[in-house]
């Protein structure tokens, strides 16, 4: 069973009608034990950092997200909460990978909206002979680089656009809503 993280966030339906097209199910659930036991866990997101965070704790979420040991996805403002600290809200997010997410400071067009080249790709979620791929983004927001970063778009600066480490996986870009490449990122998670 794969499960999706239910909490204060948008976008988790178009995320289960992806996984769904994609011959899996899965369930919404913010359930501990649902979350423990699943094959696979998917923790995505559009919204508010503080307010999400809230919902996580509210619900004691936090360390059950921190501690699950099959693969988790996270994907938007999910990769987000897996960081430190986002400066949307001053919030202390989950700490699972060990950087901050910044604002994007307004030389462009803020918020970073529509199809963007990401580079370095280092993760098995991509195609082996992929260079480089075009995925859709929709944030404000983003993490900074770091050791964990395992593909980097440029848009006002360099950025992670998906981050690795040990089980936990996450994309700032939407695969949900990025056409073929999405979907193969996504079928390629699943299959893990």
């Known amino acids: 069973m794969i499960a999706i993280v239910k909490y204060n966030a948008g976008n988790i339906t178009s995320v289960k009608n992806a996984i769904e097209r994609l011959g899996y199910s899965c369930i919404v659930t913010d359930d501990e034990n649902l979350l423990k036991n699943a094959e696979k866990v998917i923790f995505p997101g559009v919204g508010e950092a503080s307010s999400a965070m809230n919902y996580l704790r509210e619900k004691g979420l936090e360390n059950v997200i921190k501690n699950l040991k099959q ?7 999910g ?3 897996m960081c430190n600290f986002s400066d949307e809200g001053n919030t202390k997010c989950l700490g699972i990978f060990d950087v901050n997410v910044k604002k994007f ?10 199809w963007n080249t990401i580079s370095g790709l280092k993760s098995e979620l991509y195609n082996e002979n992929s260079s480089e791929e075009d995925f859709y983004f929709v944030h404000s927001f983003y993490a900074e680089i770091c050791s964990e970063t395992t593909s980097v778009c440029d848009y006002i600066v360099p950025f992670s656009a998906s981050m690795q480490k040990n089980n936990f996986y996450a994309t700032q870009f939407h695969p949900e809503k990025s056409s073929n490449v999405g979907e193969q990122l996504l079928l390629n998670f699943l299959k893990l």
Request: with cysteine.
């Open 71 to 77: 693969p988790v996805l996270g994907i938007c403002l």
């Open 105 to 114: 400071e307004p030389k462009l067009k803020v918020p970073h909206m529509g």
């Open 79 to 81: 990769q987000q909460l």
